[in-house]
């Protein structure tokens, strides 16, 4: 598979992947009728069914990683060539920035916007740290193991994370900076971001030192 259309794979499935996740929020929040915990069910449980769709689509394409930190780990891991990292990291802003205006649009929200939502404080950081260790350890795992069960796991992961975690889990970067560009029910403020990005990156990093010590051969 050529790496222009490994891109395209990624740029698609990760503006899909947000048109889901702000889609089913904005969905979830007008029907609940103030309920959130109903609304973060439907948002969740729509997440993870998105999730898993495109990463049977994708997957075979580009490896569905949807996601910077996956391709980061990745690329560290010596599992995704460094040379095509930057073309997946454009890919996933940029698609993930999309997804979010074509969910505004679906809804009739403004297309720009910019999230009052606030999301502060380190156990929210932390969350996010725990969130994004776990998804790693997820694909890690089953990838090396099982490969065909990585879709189930991460979808069943993410649904389960929405709750588990006091972030509702975005554990991903460009999830992150293109939720900080709505601000509807998915939105986080765009001061909270940076702290989010950040701890998505210790996650990830933990999850791959721990990937590759949890499965060193004996006497390497």
Known sequence: MTLARRIAAEFIGTAMLLAVVVG?????????????????????IATGGGLLALI?????????????????????????????????LTAQFTGAI???????????EPILQVSQKLRPGVALMFSEAVATFGLLMIILGCARRRPE???????????????FTASTSFANPAV?????????????????????????????????????????????
């Open 24 to 44: 089913s929020g904005i969905m979830g929040e007008r029907l609940a009728g103030g309920n959130l915990a109903l609304a973060l069910l439907g948002n969740s």
């Open 98 to 108: 999309l997804g979010v205006w074509v969910a505004h649009t679906m809804f009739g």
């Open 56 to 88: 049977l689509v994708f997957g075979e394409v580009s490896g569905a990683h949807f996601n910077p930190a996956v391709t980061l780990a990745l690329a560290w891991m010596r599992r995704h060539a460094w040379r095509d990292a930057p073309g997946y």
């Open 149 to 163: 069960t990585v879709p189930y796991a991460v979808a069943a992961y993410i649904v389960a994370a929405y709750w």
């Open 176 to 220: 992150t900076v293109a939720r900080a560009l709505t601000n509807t029910f998915a939105g986080i403020r765009p001061l909270d971001a940076p702290g989010f990005i950040a701890s998505q990156v210790v996650g990830a990093a933990l999850a791959a030192v721990a990937d590759r010590w949890l499965n060193r051969q004996p006497g390497a």
